[in-house]
């Protein structure tokens, strides 16, 4: 049987080592201080870079052509003809027309590419999905109908604890952010059926988040006989274990578990302090 490759951007938060443990090859964002440019990932000091992020919050940038030629480029010499390629949500980054691009230059390679119309730990649920699919044997064109199939299906939702970074990059207006600070009214947001970011429901404080958190995933994950979960944080990972606690018996019922931390180029955005849930119905 052929091989198939399995290719993402940094943003799906998935553990480095499960990566290369199954060989998926990332593609990575650019973090752009005002003095220095750096890729997205985990091969640097997280400290350093939350303290920097303080002074002086960053700009993201998709991968440039060529990093994303240099990939295909490598499982082409791999000698890998059926490629899958997943991105975050396009209406969340350019990455996924990027890709698109690139793709379409390799006329010798079978290139499916998927938008996971969402990001963090909820598209790499899809990429973990993919994955167990190619180590059942499944041909490449099975795999990716039943992907096609999956599209959606993956859920996240996430409390920011703080909308400081929010209002730093401008995703929500200063005044608008301001009240919320004073008031100490944290988001509650998901991704919707377009890959855009939706607001859930807003809270104060964090026991009052979790367990919005909880009502939600009582609702969600009621009745549903085989899924994968996920947990994440930002830059402290006792707010991992906070969730890992509350969601302890989910964590036990799923086929498949992970916790993360957000990747840089996400956590420029949410800031330091994010619960992160996300789930995959799998049957």
Avoid at 117 to 124: D, E, M, P, R, Y
Avoid at 159 to 167: D, P, T
Avoid at 212 to 218: D, F, G, K, S, V
Wanted: hydrophobic share 40%.
């Amino acid at each position: 049987m052929s091989k198939i490759a399995l290719v993402c951007d940094s943003a799906f938060d998935l553990p480095l080592e499960y990566m290369e443990k199954h060989s998926i090859y990332r593609i990575p964002f650019s973090i752009n201080f005002p003095d220095e440019s750096i890729l997205d990932g985990n091969h640097f000091d997280r400290e350093d870079f939350f303290e920097r992020m303080r002074k002086d919050l960053p700009k993201t940038a998709v991968a440039d052509p060529d990093r994303i030629r240099r990939v295909l480029q490598k499982i082409r010499k791999e000698g890998i003809r059926d490629v899958i390629m997943m991105s975050v949500s396009s209406a969340l980054s350019g990455m996924h027309n990027a890709m698109r691009l690139m793709a379409m230059e390799e006329e010798d390679m079978n290139i499916e590419l998927f938008d996971t119309k969402t990001a963090s730990i909820a598209s790499g649920l899809y990429m973990v999905y993919a994955q167990r699919l190619v180590e059942r044997g499944l041909t490449f064109q099975e795999i990716c109908s039943k992907l096609r199939e999956k599209m959606g299906n993956a859920k996240i939702y996430v409390y920011f604890k703080s909308v400081e970074n929010m209002i730093r990059s401008g995703r929500v207006p200063k005044l608008r952010g301001a009240i919320a600070s004073v008031l100490r009214i944290s988001p509650i947001l998901t991704s919707d059926e377009e890959g855009k970011i939706a607001l859930v429901q807003k809270v104060r404080g964090d026991k009052n988040g979790v367990k919005a958190l909880r009502e939600i995933l009582n609702e969600k994950l009621d009745q549903m006989k085989e899924y994968y979960f996920s947990v994440g944080y930002s830059r402290y990972e006792k707010d991992g274990d906070v969730l890992e606690s509350e969601f302890a018996q989910e964590i036990k019922d799923a086929s498949y578990y992970q916790k993360n931390s957000l990747t840089p180029a996400l956590a420029v955005h949410g800031g330091e302090m994010v619960y992160l849930v996300s789930w995959l119905e799998v049957e």
